[in-house]
């Protein structure tokens, strides 16, 4: 079953808004572009002020106690805003991952830090082209960790990172500061995202889970993540859907506006329906986190978000024509975000596979 | 408990009752006319166990209870394959619009009645050779005929026709006016001299529709309902009617389950089928889109219980599920390669692949065609304008042909 937004989730949807759209501004964003390692620290600043890193944390360890419904919907507003910061879903992660496990003293550590934005977490789980090999190429042994980590999104910033490792030929989930590790920034089509590639070398790490434990919690994080994402990609999707409808609803072509020219109205009327669709997952997907099916409503969600948001920039761009294609009208920003986000949580093959293993019992 | 979920067990407890009677499964072999026979008693018997008319008023014969209960019912009825679809268009739409604007409340509760036991069949006589998805472009003429009416013309792709005892017509009493304007709603019994109904075979074999023609058939004026004029108004109330039905996000062919059993034991290149990268992303995608239509119509459901409005991405079930239904349905036949030949064309379409296949194109037409769900969604959700129409402001015996 689903759910309806109670009135508190209401005012976080329409508050999340209010704030992102009294501080966009565009050119900031461009300039974000051609520059590797700058990150928007203006809407990390907001997101701290208004308790975004402290949503789901609980209030035990210094949050707001709230859960993946409102920090989804915040996601949404940073989407429909290509906010600059990626802390949003992969902090998260990290701080699932460390909530989730019996160890109050590290709790303690680290939730009330990553709740006040003091410190950044991130989630290091991807090598090669895989968003979750079985046998990961990084090793821990003897509360040292070794080897390279590919794209990890907010890698260059983040203090800590959930690192995805073998330990003794099984999987297994470690901490790792980031300090003692070798950062090389990704020159990236979305730099905002602060992707760095990590190489551990003889660095310190604490282990947190093994073996089948520790990859049933890697999935429920990368659900988690992924359902945060799905709904900033739904927050893109949607807003590149109004851009192109009030476009076509303005720019006049052959004596008329060109949204009457069905051509171009139906290609908008379909990017409604997958956002449609791919909200309702998400709202779905939000209110089962914990259950038995979270991990089946998460890989809906995802798999409609991407295919919502990439569709609506591909579209969104080809309604507006030779200007949709310009720096300065900066739709490619939009472009740009739908590209990592859909690689950021693991892509579309991954989770049409995961989702297929899970419906038929039948792995890839 | 709520009381909808009361009543969705109550419903529940009935319909399991009855089900090995009515269901899919009795059904099967049965030609159309024991199933319509069959379907005439499923349809008493739910009369006198108190789930017919539903949300209709208790005075007409109905049960008093709120669309809630209407959808929960048919949603669970769905899944027994009950034999109900002779009779869905005369209770979706003609009926409802007698209890609303007929005014001889007498005759209305007896046809009613008559209706929800399946005694009585009403048909929809709307579409026409000129005039389906462009419904106002219909030509069939009323002319005044003394002090009643004197109808002529051709309707078109009228379903279950053959069978019905009445129905609701559409017609043309003023070439003159605008073509919105000069149309009239009335009634018709189906056994009046010069009505004559003659089956359309389909592509898929069977005969639901028909063209029905009328030869000088007269109407009393009292079978007029709504003004002179003023059809299209009473034609767009219809659509009114169930703002919210009971929908199915397998587009009314078969469950995705179905697809996943039927590749199961199939393989590609000496390999499982399921472990084809083709066949997973087919599962993926329409598990991730039939599973967002599900949460649509779930959180629908909610907001009617809490006193909502439904948004209106409600109006997205058909245009998506259907359409995906007849790409999953050609896969799906494909993927058994030469066995894929055999062909049911009689089975159940949300049990048959092939059943399903040859039949989609139907459901992506009947009751609004892709084309006209996408028009309807731009302009009215979205606020896009509408078409260049040059029949617009124009006397219809002006209109460009």
């Known amino acids: 079953m689903s759910i309806l937004y109670d009135e508190g989730q209401q005012a976080i949807a329409t508050e999340s808004r209010r704030v992102l759209d009294a501080r966009a501004n565009k050119a900031r964003l461009l300039g974000l572009l051609e520059r590797v390692g700058a990150w928007d620290e203006m809407f990390w600043n907001t997101a701290v002020e208004q308790g975004w890193t402290a949503l789901a944390i609980s209030e035990e360890h210094g949050g707001l106690g709230l859960g993946l419904t409102e920090l989804g919907l915040v996601a949404q507003a940073t989407g429909a805003a290509t906010a600059g910061a990626p802390f949003l879903a992969v902090g998260h992660g990290l701080a699932h991952a460390v909530a989730a496990i019996d160890d109050a003293a590290l709790q303690a550590q680290w939730l009330p830090r990553l709740a006040a934005g003091d410190m950044l977490g991130t989630v290091a789980f991807g090598e090669g082209s895989s968003p979750l090999t079985a046998t990961p190429a990084v090793t821990f042994a003897d509360g040292i960790l070794n080897g390279a980590k590919d794209g990890v999104t907010g890698g260059l910033k983040a203090d800590i990172a959930l690192v995805w490792a073998l330990a003794d030929g099984e999987p297994a989930l470690v901490l790792a500061e980031l300090a003692g590790a070798d950062r090389t920034p990704v020159d990236s089509f979305d730099n905002a995202r602060l992707i760095a590639d990590i190489t551990f070398a003889a660095t310190p790490a604490r282990l947190i889970a093994r073996g089948a434990e520790a990859r049933e919690l890697a999935l429920d994080v990368l659900a988690r993540m992924a359902v945060v994402t799905a709904h900033e990609q739904v927050g893109g999707a949607e807003a590149l859907l109004f851009i192109a409808r009030d476009y076509a609803n303005t720019r006049r072509a052959f004596g008329q506006v060109i949204g009457a020219f069905q051509s171009v109205k139906h290609r908008i009327a379909e990017l409604y329906g997958l956002v449609e669709i791919a909200r309702a997952n998400c709202i779905h997907a939000a209110a089962r986190a914990g259950q038995a099916d979270f991990l089946i409503a998460a890989a809906d969600a995802r798999i409609s978000a991407t295919d919502a948001y990439d569709t609506a920039a591909r579209d969104c761009v080809q309604v507006h024509g030779g200007i949709g294609v310009t720096w300065e009208q900066g739709l490619h920003l939009h472009m740009r975000r739908a590209r990592s986000l859909a690689i950021e949580q693991g892509n579309m093959l991954f989770w049409e596979d995961l989702l297929v293993e899970r419906l038929t019992g039948v792995a890839a | ?401």
């Open chain 2, 1 to 401: 408990m709520s009381n909808p979920d009361q009543f969705r067990e109550r419903a529940h407890a009935w319909l399991a009752s009855v089900a090995p009677v009515y269901g899919r499964a009795a059904r099967r072999g049965l030609t159309e006319e024991q199933d319509l026979a069959l379907g005439r008693a499923y349809l008493a018997a739910r009369f006198d166990a108190g789930f017919a008319g539903i949300n209709w008023p208790i005075e007409m014969g109905g049960q008093g209870l709120t669309h809630i209960e209407k959808v929960i019912f048919d949603t669970e009825e769905m899944a027994y394959g009950m034999p109900t679809g002779y009779f869905a268009i005369s209770l979706g739409m003609p009926v409802p619009i007698l209890i609303r604007f007929c005014e001889d409340r007498a005759w209305v509760r007896e046809r009613v009645i008559r209706a929800l036991r399946g005694e009585e069949i009403w048909c929809q006589l709307f579409s026409e050779p000129a005039g389906g998805s462009d419904l106002a472009g219909l030509r069939t003429r009323a002319e005044g005929d003394g002090n009643g009416w004197k109808l002529n013309g051709q309707k078109l792709w009228t379903s279950w026709a053959q069978y019905s005892d009445y129905g609701v017509i559409v017609a043309r009493n003023d070439p003159t006016a605008q073509k919105h304007k000069g149309l009239t709603y009335f009634w018709v019994d189906m056994r009046t001299p010069g009505v004559e109904v003659r089956p359309i075979k389909l592509a898929g074999g069977d005969s639901h529709v028909n063209e029905v023609f009328f030869d000088d058939v007269r109407l009393e004026d009292s079978q007029r309902i709504g003004g002179v004029g003023a059809g299209f108004s009473v034609a767009m109330a219809t659509l009114m009617i169930e703002r919210y039905s009971a929908t199915d996000s397998a587009g009314f062919g078969p469950h995705l389950d179905l697809f996943v059993d039927t590749v199961r034991d199939l393989e590609i290149n000496g390999r499982p089928a399921l472990k084809d990268a083709r066949v997973r992303s087919t599962i993926a995608r329409n598990h991730a889109m039939r599973a967002g239509l599900d949460s649509i119509t779930g959180r629908a459901m909610l907001m009617l219980q809490a006193g909502m409005e439904p948004g209106p991405e409600g109006s997205l079930n058909k245009l998506v599920s259907v359409r995906s239904r007849q790409k999953l349905s050609e896969l799906a036949i494909d993927l058994q390669g030469q066995r894929g030949f055999r062909f049911h064309p009689e089975a159940s379409q949300k049990e048959d692949w092939g059943s399903s296949w040859i039949n989609a194109p139907t459901g992506r037409i009947a009751g609004g065609a892709d084309e006209m769900l996408l028009n309807t969604i731009a302009e009215k959700i979205l606020g896009l304008p509408q078409d260049h129409r040059p029949d617009k402001g124009v006397a219809f015996n002006q209109i460009p042909a």
